[in-house]
């Protein structure tokens, strides 16, 4: 697993694609900025890799070479919880995400669960549950060993992912890989992060639950985030005062715990805030 704090954009700068930086190069430029971390986006892809084994395995090796972490965020369109037809075209996608991140060897797949639906919450949770298995066990038989799941901590109440709900899904599913989106839970829980304890109360938990190594080891989505009684609306940068929640205090945290996080950043200014973050937990190792 990581072997220091990790930080990257979520999908290719703006400033890259102005550039018309091609994919395969973007690992190089985000090193040149001294950065070591690559959410790889996925976010619209229906059940097939809308992206070549070659032209993937090309982006895999240069982001080795370039010391470059590479994770994808796999598709919007999978709904677990959904009926029949949705779950059924929902882990076709969810394969195609992980057939892709093989190819490139990126080691999570993140992706948003489901929608509760009109369903009660536990038994939507616990189809999802038998879906991810069977997910996995699909996974194995296609020889992809190296990728993870990673189901994300949601920003809305009515998706599932409550960090009680993720954790569970990590403890009960082979081949998972704990993803939490601090941004989500601030949305989801109403503001929750005020205080470093705020943050600390979550890695305790996330220990408890896990234990240590996956503590350490977690993937996480990090911006300031707008929200309404519905949860989140809209990112917005690190800059802005008026947002939460405060990346020092998880600095804080992951510095006092000597954490390894791979921290993705979701801002508006996707490597611009990474680099920030970067520094700020810098400024306290
Ligand atoms: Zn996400």
Same mark, same amino acid.
């Given at each position: ?45 229906? +059940? ?39 779950? /059924? ?7 195609? =995400? ?20 009109? !369903? ?13 298995? /069977? =997910? ?13 799941? +990673? ?10 992912? &409550? ?6 899904? =990590? ?16 949305? !989801?829980?109403? +503001? ?27 993937? =996480? ?12 609306? !809209? ?29 993705? &950043? ?20």
């Amino acid at each position: 697993m990581a072997d220091r704090p990790r930080f990257g954009p979520a999908g290719i700068p703006t400033a890259f694609q102005m550039a018309k930086v091609s994919v395969g190069d973007v690992p190089r430029f985000l090193h040149e900025e001294g950065l070591d971390a690559l959410e790889y986006e996925a976010i619209y892809w229906g +059940g097939k890799p809308q992206i070549g084994q070659e032209k993937a395995e090309k982006l895999g090796v240069n982001a080795r070479e370039n010391d470059v972490w590479l994770s994808m965020h796999g598709s919007y369109f999978i709904n677990l919880c959904g009926d029949k037809k949705t779950v /059924e075209a929902s882990k076709k996608r969810l394969l195609a =995400c992980a057939t892709a991140a093989e190819w490139m060897k990126a080691y999570v797949v993140v992706f948003h669960v489901g929608f509760y639906g009109r !369903r009660p919450h536990e038994l939507a949770f616990r189809n999802c549950l038998t879906v991810l298995k /069977e =997910c996995v066990q699909t996974m194995k038989s296609l020889g992809i060993r190296s990728v993870r799941l +990673g189901p994300e901590t949601s920003g809305k109440p009515s998706q599932l992912g &409550s960090l009680d709900e993720v954790l569970e899904i =990590c403890e009960a599913v082979e081949q998972t890989q704990l993803a939490v989106d601090w941004a989500h839970l601030h949305a !989801r829980d109403m +503001g929750r992060f005020r205080t470093v304890d705020d943050f600390r109360e979550v890695m305790e938990k996330v220990e408890r639950r896990l234990g240590t190594e996956a503590a350490r080891n977690m993937h =996480c989505h990090f911006t300031k985030i707008e929200f309404t009684e519905k949860g989140e609306r !809209r990112h917005h940068t690190l800059d802005e005062p008026r947002y939460g929640p405060d990346f020092a205090m998880l600095a804080k945290v992951i510095a006092d715990f000597k954490l390894r996080p791979v921290v993705i &950043s979701e801002s508006p200014l996707l490597d611009l805030d990474a680099i920030k973050m970067r520094n700020i937990l810098k400024s306290m190792l």
